[in-house]
């Protein structure tokens, strides 16, 4: 990384990252911090979202998004020696190794198809390293997006810490892969719950798929695409159920513990992401318990 003064909002900067396959990602930003914590939490670009963690090795203040673009440009067909010997030092010390007027030579045809596309692209660059995305995608690649932004999404908002039944490993409890998302084990016949006294509330079986507490009963639904699962529902009662709070949005309420109230964060987007993942899981046979409700007092 070169030793420049911090790069001010608004001002343009190429940069260059080197991610954990030893592979280099070359982008322009105008908001340096912000689009390495995007990098860094997998919000900025799919190639070093499945490459992190990243670090930042170099970074190039520029006078303009214009320039800032043309060195992206130019960086990008360099070798991958030119890549490393750029990196290793300052700008000084690179231009001393590499002639970047032969670069530009031997690469002026790439360079002038690169920035006439983004000219001619109405949409334009983010500003940021990539396109929008506004050209055209085949249904199939934007499903196969979808279902991977899907499953991003399922392994890290605690889906399986209650859908996907536990049990005791050797270095104790976790989920138990072999049902994964199949909800409260329907063989796995709960006893009454203890009374509780205060401030003890509420509690949980050992496999967290069944709670009891104020509101009842709850166990956790069979997630799977099997029939006794959300075989049957469709896209628009799964985003539904989020944002009512009501199976299939027009059901009884949604009871405790399952996070509705954070879950309605999610946008459309999101939520169709998660259901088509969810259609592509091994479908698994299981029929939860019903919810049972307190008795009166």
Not at 3 to 15: C, H, L, N, Q, R
Not at 170 to 181: A, I, K, T, V
Not at 222 to 236: A, R, S
Request: proline share 8%.
């Amino acid at each position: 990384m070169t030793d420049e003064a911090p790069v001010k909002i608004g001002s343009w900067t190429f940069y260059i990252l080197r991610c954990s396959d030893g592979s280099f990602y070359a982008g322009i930003t105008n908001d340096l911090d912000r689009r390495l914590n995007q990098h860094r939490d997998g919000r900025a670009s799919r190639y070093t979202r499945s490459r992190r963690p990243v670090s930042i090795i170099y970074r190039e203040s520029c006078e303009s998004r214009s320039h800032a673009l043309k060195r992206e440009c130019a960086v990008k067909a360099l070798s991958r020696k030119e890549k490393e010997k750029l990196t290793e030092g300052s700008m000084k010390k690179f231009s001393r190794g590499v002639d970047l007027a032969n670069v530009f030579k031997r690469h002026h045809r790439m360079f002038g198809l690169l920035i006439l596309t983004a000219a001619l692209i109405v949409t334009g660059f983010t500003g940021e390293g990539f396109a929008k995305g506004k050209t055209k995608e085949s249904p199939d690649h934007l499903q196969a997006k979808r279902i991977s932004h899907g499953e991003y999404l399922v392994n890290t908002s605690g889906c399986h810490d209650c859908h996907t039944p536990w049990i005791m490993k050797p270095n104790g409890p976790g989920p138990d892969m072999s049902r994964m998302l199949s909800g409260h084990p329907e063989s796995l016949v709960m006893p009454p719950p203890l009374k509780l006294e205060a401030p003890w509330v509420w509690m949980a079986a050992g496999s967290n798929t069944a709670f009891a507490g104020p509101w009842g009963i709850s166990y956790t639904k069979n997630l799977t695409p099997d029939p006794t699962g959300l075989g049957g529902w469709t896209e628009k009662e799964f985003i539904a159920a989020i944002r009512t709070g009501k199976a299939r949005g027009t059901g009884r309420l949604i009871m405790p513990p399952m996070p509705i109230q954070d879950y309605r964060s999610f946008t459309d987007e999101d939520l169709k992401s998660i259901f088509a993942y969810l259609q592509t899981i091994p479908p698994i046979k299981n029929t939860p318990p019903s919810y049972q409700s307190p008795p009166a007092p």
